[in-house]
């Protein structure tokens, strides 16, 4: 099956640092969403971008298709966007999505 | 109406007995996932329903795991016989039709002893 890369696998910022997660995918992929679960474990969806660029406040996320690779930037980092990123794609003809194992985010005050 | 709900929220059994986990969606959300999430990994895929079909069980680790949404809304996912490798949280979630946003509920925590 697909796999699913997410790098770094564990992130310590300062409050207020920029940062970028990335995603590597090895097949071609018809969806790909971003989430973020929270230190209660709650998984909430950030972007459903299976290419181009979408922004949302502080956060943003491009995905290069043809390179099979998305980005998820954020911005001016807070302590709120502490918890695991999750990267999840669905490869082309199945709508079976495939989670990456996350990046673990801590931002510090 | 709002989100994704599962039941219960913690469920503590003995190795042998039978458990049932409730997922009820957005009203309206056409397509409903099962998950398995161990701790520090993603949540693994399950099984999926558009309305009441089960259209892939293809992710269900043995015939002890079923699911059913026989009206079209709530599902229930029901392991049998349970055992201590079944411990971890199982994840619901919906989506108005496939390969759209993902809803996720909260999830339910199971522990086997």
């Known amino acids: 099956g697909i796999q699913v890369e997410q790098s770094p696998p564990d992130l310590i910022l300062q409050e207020g640092a920029n940062s970028t997660l990335r995603c590597n995918f090895s097949?071609?992929?018809?969806?790909l969403q971003w989430f973020h679960q929270n230190p209660w474990g709650q998984l909430i969806n950030l972007f459903y971008i299976p290419s181009g660029t979408k922004q949302n406040g502080r956060l943003s996320a491009t995905t290069v298709a043809t390179e099979r690779y998305s980005l998820l930037y954020i911005s001016s980092s807070q302590t709120t966007d502490s918890g695991v990123y999750f990267c999840?794609?669905?490869?082309?003809?199945?709508?079976?999505?495939?989670f990456g194992r996350g990046t673990s985010l801590i931002v510090h005050p | 109406g709002a989100g994704v709900s599962q039941s219960p929220r913690y469920k503590v059994t003995k190795r042998g007995q039978d458990v049932a986990l409730r997922c009820d969606p957005i009203s309206g959300h056409v397509s409903l996932y099962w998950y398995r999430q161990a701790l520090g990994q993603g949540p693994e895929f399950l099984t999926y329903?558009?309305?009441?079909?089960?259209?892939?069980k293809s992710g269900l680790p043995n015939d002890r795991f079923s699911a059913e949404r026989p009206e079209g809304s709530i599902s229930t996912l029901t392991i049998q016989r349970t055992e201590q490798r079944d411990s971890a949280m199982y994840r619901c979630a919906s989506s108005l039709v496939s390969k759209e946003t993902q809803y996720f509920g909260p999830g339910t925590r199971l522990l086997v002893l």
């Open positions: 329903f558009n309305y009441e079909a089960q259209q892939d």
């Open positions: 097949d071609s992929v018809n969806n």
């Open positions: 999840a794609v669905e490869p082309g003809g199945s709508y079976i999505p495939t």
